[in-house]
Nanobody, 124 residues
Framework: QVQLVESGGGLVQAGGSLRLSCAAS????????MTWFRQAPGKEREFVAG???????IYADSVEGRFTISRDSAKNTLYLQMNSLKPEDTAVYYC??????????????????WGQGTQVTVSS
């Protein structure tokens, strides 16, 4: 059974930083397409960043240059380093596990495994 548990969210001022973590069990993050999505109140869920099994990364235009997705194989954990945060980054952030050796897709319907989410609030 695949379980994903996010942590690291919180309240931060605009311009600040946070690092989100997603601890995985039942799925090896270094062999899977792993992604971060977010959903703001009243808005649809949107793709944030993804990492391929070979380390290749992709980002949404809105976070390119500010966010960095990474993983620690020894800890089987996915990370999202968020810098220069803006109020519009406020959302619940979710990690999702895709196919083994797959390509991270920005389409959330392609993911079967999701974490419970962690709230990120950026104040102006």
């Amino acid at each position: 059974q695949v379980q994903l548990v996010e942590s690291g969210g919180g309240l931060v001022q605009a311009g600040g930083s946070l690092r989100l973590s997603c601890a995985a069990s039942g799925r090896t993050v270094s062999r899977s397409a792993m992604t971060w999505f977010r959903q703001a109140p009243g808005k649809e869920r949107e793709f944030v960043a993804g990492i391929r099994w070979n380390g290749g990364t992709i980002y949404a235009d809105s976070v390119e240059g500010r966010f960095t997705i990474s993983r620690d194989s020894a800890k089987n954990t996915l990370y999202l380093q968020m810098n220069s945060l803006k109020p519009e980054d406020t959302a619940v952030y979710y990690c999702a596990a895709g196919r083994r050796f797959g390509v991270p897709s920005p389409n959330g319907t392609e993911y079967s495994y999701w974490g419970q989410g962690t709230q990120v609030t950026v104040s102006s």
